[in-house]
């Protein structure tokens, strides 16, 4: 598949185990794991979760022990964001670039990055929508776009 914002082709990316069974060297269990979740979802996002229950903890798939993933098992436990993860980074960024901006007004090429970057919110806003995600009267406020890093 060819990149979003350039004519090149997608980079080469290592795939997930065909295994669809837990290993049996993994020593927690299914409760264990969804309260360590809950531990960790204080400040975090559902794939930096994913990246320390891995790394820290030795759970390579969360989905083959609990038969959920890591944000549904946040939305049973009332702690899911507003806002999916991927959408709230691309405004995270887009924040970034506008201060960046405002500093720096001859920067043409952040200013095409910040141009390719709402772009992509606006194509992942219209995807959630569809899906049911967002509801179909949301919008991205300019004004309180800063409210939504925080």
Do not use: F
């Not at 194509?123 to 939504?148: A, C, F, H, M, N």
């Amino acid at each position: 598949m060819a990149r979003m914002h350039s004519r090149r082709k997608g980079k080469a990316g290592s795939n997930k185990p065909l295994d669809k069974e837990t290993p049996m060297w993994i020593r927690y269990k299914k409760d264990e794991i969804e309260s360590l979740i809950q531990k960790l979802a204080k400040n975090r996002s559902s794939s930096q979760i994913g990246i320390i229950l891995r790394d820290s903890y030795g759970i390579p798939d969360v989905k083959l022990i609990t038969e959920k993933s890591i944000s549904q098992v946040l939305k049973e436990k009332g702690l899911a964001k507003e806002l999916p993860d991927d959408l709230l980074s691309l405004i995270k960024r887009a924040v970034i670039l506008n201060k960046h901006i405002e500093k720096n007004k001859k920067d043409q090429p952040s200013k095409r990055g910040l141009v390719l970057t709402t772009s992509k919110i606006n194509r992942l806003v219209k995807y959630y929508k569809t899906t049911g995600k967002l509801p179909q009267d949301w919008k991205l406020q300019t004004e309180k776009i800063s409210l939504y890093v925080e």
